[in-house]
């Protein structure tokens, strides 16, 4: 459906200008990197807005570190899905070491793309939380919880993509979610780009820096 991250933010830019047309105080836009950043650099752009990061990472499942159970954001304590501990037979507890792990490459991140300084300022504001898709939603509901304990006015999710079931994780924790297409058929956020090649923490640094998208390269092998 879309043919790579930029041109799913130009699109989706649209869509949250008119959500928020009128209603919002003073605005900001947040990217999940990686992939969210060249999205959101496009929203930001449109809404005339500041732009920032804020750092989630997933909770892996023990020896299944791409099966997420939870997610933690900034310096904020780790989300949990209940239902999926329960199903695992896993406790919070046991997974110590892993969120720790999870903790440790939120602050590297936050250093490397914010410098370490502190997330802009959200108290009282319309924030617009933007990434490529939503497939489980979990480390965007970290992000959403994370923001909301810091009286952030509104709170948007937009995304260009989302499932069904994402979309139901985060609905209690976003005021609103913008999203271009839901489908049925979701299996994963990448099968609704043409493009989704995945980018770099120097292409994110570089998108930041300069306020331009960053295609991803093409790898060695593609």
Not at 122 to 146: E, F, N
Not at 147 to 155: P, T
């Amino acid at each position: 459906m879309f043919t790579d991250r930029v041109q799913a933010g130009r699109k989706l830019a649209k869509r949250v200008a008119r959500r928020l047309r009128g209603s919002a105080r003073d605005p900001l836009v947040l990217a999940l990197p990686r992939g969210g950043v060249p999205v959101a650099i496009a929203v930001a752009k449109v809404l005339e807005c500041e732009l920032d990061v804020i750092v989630a990472r997933k909770i892996g499942a023990p020896g299944h570190p791409e099966f997420g159970v939870g997610a933690l954001a900034e310096n904020g304590s780790p989300v949990f899905d209940q239902r999926t501990l329960n199903r695992l037979r896993l406790t919070e507890a046991g997974l110590s070491d892993i969120v720790e792990r999870e903790r440790n490459e939120v602050q590297a991140r936050i250093r490397r793309y914010r410098h370490g300084r502190a997330l802009r300022d959200v108290t009282g504001r319309t924030v617009v939380v933007v990434d490529d898709g939503l497939a489980t939603g979990s480390t965007a509901r970290a992000a959403l919880k994370w923001l909301r304990e810091h009286r952030a006015r509104e709170l948007v999710l937009a995304v260009p993509v989302c499932s069904p079931t994402g979309r139901k994780t985060v609905a209690d924790d976003a005021d609103d979610i913008v999203c271009i297409r839901a489908p049925r058929s979701f299996r994963a956020v990448g099968q609704w780009y043409a493009d989704f090649r995945q980018l770099s923490d120097e292409d994110v640094t570089e998108a930041l820096r300069t306020g331009t998208p960053q295609r991803a390269r093409p790898s060695e092998d593609s």
